[in-house]
């Protein structure tokens, strides 16, 4: 009933930049908290950042500076803008909100989206 599809991933250079999004759709009455999650081969995955629903936000120690995530509650969509990218942040990228439907209190998660940073 609710279904979060992830955009924006591919492989850009060392410095590069790239733009993720997700937009939340289905049976949906408010989104709590939004956030993006990576995993990189070999590894489990780790928070990179959240936003609540009033827009404080969270970042993991390693992007802080780098990368800004952001939401449009109208559109049911965050974003992860990705600046100054390194090697170490490839990985699988999905998206993942706290969402209440008439099913009650949901956290759902995206298929994911790959970031490859590599030269």
């Known amino acids: 009933q609710v279904r979060l599809v992830e955009s924006g991933g591919g492989l850009v250079q060392p410095g590069g930049s790239l733009r993720l999004s997700c937009a939340a759709s289905g049976s949906i009455f408010s989104i709590y908290t939004m956030g993006w999650y990576r995993q990189a081969p070999g590894k489990q995955r780790e928070l990179v950042s959240v936003?609540?629903?009033?827009?404080?936000?969270t970042y993991t120690d390693s992007v802080k500076g780098r990368f800004t995530i952001s939401r449009d509650n109208v559109k049911n969509t965050v974003y992860l803008q990705m600046n100054s990218l390194k090697p170490e942040d490839t990985g699988v990228y999905f998206c993942?909100?706290?969402?209440?439907?008439?099913?009650?209190?949901?956290?759902?998660w995206g298929q994911g989206t790959q970031v490859t940073v590599s030269s």
């Open positions: 993942n909100a706290d969402i209440l439907n008439t099913l009650g209190r949901l956290n759902c």
């Open positions: 936003i609540s629903s009033g827009g404080s936000t």
